[in-house]
């Protein structure tokens, strides 16, 4: 397939030549062929011309769950990977989130095997422990010579420190990377939103925000001890960066993510006890808001996540107290970060820290694969239902504006738009 972009802005700050300049691109069987003022078509060649038009490395996520196997009501593979496509993402990390989970070799090679000959490249994860129960630690070695990049019990926070410390030092024999979710039960208990204000009014069970720092700092001194690497996801306190980067400080491997909605919505949304708004971990307040973007403009959390979690309607029109924990993102993380950074900055987020998990970085230069997202960047909108593809509708970013359009992407010799 021959495909050209005509008068597409690139944004890619490694290009300095390039960056922020109009340029035609003609791709070529999936490899970039040429970088040119002006390329006219010729042959079969499917052009894009559209007002506007940017173009940029493909987008990443470092954390997204579909369904299968076990859930394909929520989202089956294939179309989640083409919902991430649609939304400009070409690699994306999946959460161990199916039933069973994978906790074998063989659980990676059916998750990648599902996943092929799809625009998006889908890099799994496996449990850190046997059906993610913190119990026996999990087949780490096979299943990274499988193709697993991380190990990881999909929010379900590790109490056993002693097999956190033996996970952190077996792993660094294959280099792995070893994630904890940043929650202490015996402090969160049953608490299901933020405690606060907002929780005591409402008369929910609160979740305070000790219970994520507490655990951070419990697996940053056991990080110290052993050496390795941890990744701890989707972090939500003003307390949380401030430990990260105090750890970073130390010259310690650690690295953290945070949710896109953590970084907009604050727990004063739950007064309608709405549960598109009830996520793991919860909304918090204003001041944490601040502290989680300083923290991303900073570099101390390294990736801002969709956290795409979805769920089939019977599990979120319940009662607040009986609603399932999560929402889909993939589709309205670009404009929602672009609404709250400038272009450059979300372009940076979106594409950065591939080579955390040893995943090869793409290249926007003549003779290497065209892997690349395209989107506009000035349209401001509510985002509505209309622009959900995941089979799942279960959206945290319904009702809320939202600049810029996803236009689609390109990779593997495939190009998927969104119309």
């Known amino acids: 397939m021959n495909i050209l972009l005509k008068s597409v802005t690139i944004v890619n700050g490694s290009t300095k030549n390039l960056h922020l300049k109009k340029r035609d691109i003609l791709i070529k069987k999936g490899i970039i062929d040429a970088i040119e003022t002006s390329i006219e078509p010729s042959g079969k060649t499917k052009v894009i011309a559209i007002k506007d038009l940017h173009v940029s490395l493909g987008w990443f996520d470092s954390g997204v769950s579909f369904g299968e196997p076990g859930h394909e009501e929520r989202e089956t593979i294939e179309n ?3 919902t991430a496509a649609k939304s400009g993402f070409t690699d994306v990390i999946l959460n161990t989130s199916s039933h069973p989970t994978p906790d074998s070799a063989s659980d990676i090679v059916y998750l990648k095997n599902a996943a092929k000959d799809q625009l998006t490249n889908l890099h799994p994860l496996g449990n850190l422990t046997v059906k993610g129960e913190g119990e026996v630690l999990a087949e780490l070695y096979d299943m990274k010579n499988a193709g697993a990049l991380g190990f990881y019990d999909y929010k379900h926070p590790m109490a056993n420190a002693n097999l956190l410390k033996i996970a952190l030092q077996y792993a660094q024999n294959f280099d792995g990377m070893v994630f904890s979710f940043p929650l202490d039960k015996s402090i969160s208990g049953k608490g299901i939103v933020n405690e606060g204000i ?6 929910l069970k609160g979740i305070p925000a000790l219970a ?13 001890y052993t050496g390795g690497k941890l990744f701890i996801p989707t972090i939500s306190t003003a307390n949380s960066v401030k430990l990260i980067a105090d750890a970073k400080k130390k010259g310690l491997q650690v690295s953290c993510s945070v949710a896109a909605h953590n970084l907009v919505i604050t727990d004063a949304a739950l007064e309608d006890f709405d549960t598109k708004y009830k996520v793991m971990p919860p909304l918090r307040t204003t001041a944490d808001i601040k502290a989680l973007q300083k923290g991303v403009k900073n570099g101390t959390i390294d990736f801002v996540t969709s956290d795409h979690t979805p769920l089939n309607i019977e599990l979120k029109h319940v009662e607040f107290d009986h609603a399932d924990f999560g929402s889909i993102g993939l589709e309205s993380i670009f404009g929602i970060l672009n609404e709250l950074f400038d272009t450059e900055e979300t372009i940076s987020l979106l594409t950065k820290g591939r ?7 793409p290249q926007l230069e003549v003779g290497k694969e065209a892997n690349l997202s395209l989107f506009t960047t000035d349209d401001t909108y509510e985002f509505s239902e209309d622009q959900i593809f995941s089979s799942s509708k279960n959206a945290i970013a319904i009702g809320k504006p939202i600049k810029g359009k996803v236009v689609g992407s390109i990779a593997n010799n495939q190009l998927v738009l969104n119309n």
Do not use: H
Request: cysteine-free; aromatic content about 6%.
């Open 80 to 82: 989640g990977l083409a």
């Open 198 to 203: 907002t929780s005591t009014k409402l008369g």
């Open 212 to 224: 994520e720092e507490l655990q951070i700092a419990r697996d940053l001194f056991v990080l110290e």
């Open 355 to 361: 080579s955390v998990f040893g995943i090869e970085e």
